[in-house]
């Protein structure tokens, strides 16, 4: 048996779909190539598919991770882009596939692209938002319990520019041990800076381990 890593974007419409049906989704699709994966054993086998970071409802990303198992190991890894691909719809492509080499509990960081329709005008105020020494929010825990936290020290790095509108590239913590929705400091800086709106997308484009290596 071999483990299996699948790269894959989702974008468009796929934006929409939970992660939840992400499951059902991936698992359909694989039923319909000729891929030899490894179903669970019990009264209710069903395809072993683990997903590296759950994506948020919303987000488009660059680089989704899907892991599975192969019972043979024969099977040419390239085939596998090529079988996905012909199954999948327009919104979601397979790019790569390999054997894992870095454990899922090694994720530290992930890189989110932010684009905002507002012609630039919100440049500064972003600006001085990100750079504030504290930013305070309030996150309800999965108990129901209401904390505040500090964002600020979690802002790994960020650039903006203005290309017409204004575009945040920001990495964040991410994974089991820390994990920081961008949206969460978005949905910030607009409650901080109430006389200013606009709409976004948020992109996820790329996952690190703890060390920022490029998870693979």
Known sequence: MKNVRIFYTKKGRMKFVSHLDMNRFMSRMIKKTDIPIWHTEGFHPHPYIAFALPLSLGFESEYEILDIRLTDDSYPLEKIVEELNSVFPEYVRAFSVAEPITKVGKIGFADFTVTFSDNGELNDSLKAFLNSTEIIVEKKT???????????????????????????????????????????????????CATIYSSYQITRTMIYDSQMNKFV
């Open 142 to 192: 999965k108990k129901g319990k209401i904390n505040e936290i500090d964002l600020a020290p979690k802002i790994k790095s960020y650039t903006i520019t203005d290309d017409g509108d204004t575009t945040l590239k920001i990495t964040l913590p991410a994974g089991s041990e820390d994990n920081l929705n961008p949206e969460l400091l978005i949905k910030a800086f607009f409650e901080r």
